[in-house]
């Protein structure tokens, strides 16, 4: 059986959140670099903190950037309903991240004391990257896509993960620190690169799954026989 998506919704659907991610990411870098001081400093959700002068635009910013990752899913969703839904998870993570932001600084244990909004907000933050780096395996496995998504999704996946592990190790034992700022940066930025580059990789290609198990099935004519190109003899 040959499962084929509608190329025209596949291509409004995945214009949608290619443009919504980068627009969401534009708000976010915008409002980090107009805060003051160095925008390669401190994390980056620091700039929603209530003390930040664009707390709201870059809150928004997430939560636009989320809405993206969700339309994303719901793109690549006829050929892979475990990717829709690893891409669905990050999102509601991700919108999670942008209503529920830290307080100034963006405190974590054990370094220095924290509110249940800083820990629901740092929660959010990784259990919403952990989904999208396992959507990123998802797609580097799944015959349902073609080799170049594929092949961007292996990139995205060998990169997020050692740099993320780092950043996790960063935080654990190091606490807020310029190497935690730099990793946490070249995550999303490659998490965001991945995002877009799929959804224009769905707008330039028709995606098609052949399941081939079901294609070695002989085809049987109306009349319950299998069908042949030779014709029976007279």
């Not at 100034?104 to 629901?120: I, K, Y």
């Amino acid at each position: 059986m040959v499962r084929i998506m509608n190329p025209a919704a596949t291509r409004a659907s995945g214009t949608a959140a290619g443009l919504t991610v980068l627009s969401g990411a534009l708000i976010m870098l915008l409002t980090l670099i107009a805060a003051p001081g160095s925008w390669l400093e401190g994390y980056v959700s620091e700039a929603g903190t209530s003390s930040a002068p664009w707390a709201t635009a870059y809150r928004w910013g997430l939560i636009v950037l989320a809405v993206g990752v969700a339309l994303l899913g719901l793109t690549v969703r006829p050929l892979s309903r475990p990717l829709a839904a690893l891409l669905g998870g990050a999102a509601v993570f991700a919108a999670t991240s942008g209503t529920v932001p830290c307080t100034d600084r963006c405190p974590l244990p054990p370094f220095e004391p924290t509110t249940v909004g800083d820990v629901m907000h740092a929660a959010a933050s990784i259990l919403g990257m952990v989904l999208l780096a396992a959507a990123m395996a998802t797609m580097a496995f799944s015959p349902a896509f073609r080799v170049a998504a594929r092949r961007l999704a292996a990139v995205a996946v060998v990169l997020t993960v050692p740099l993320g592990g780092a950043l996790g190790l960063t935080m654990l034992f190091v606490g807020r620190a310029q190497l935690g700022a730099t990793l946490e940066r070249a995550v999303l930025a490659v998490a965001v690169a991945w995002l877009i580059g799929t959804s224009t990789l769905t707008i330039l290609r028709k995606s098609i799954i052949v399941e081939s198990w079901k294609t070695t099935q002989p085809h049987r004519s109306s009349a319950g026989s299998p069908s042949s190109n030779v014709a029976s003899p007279s």
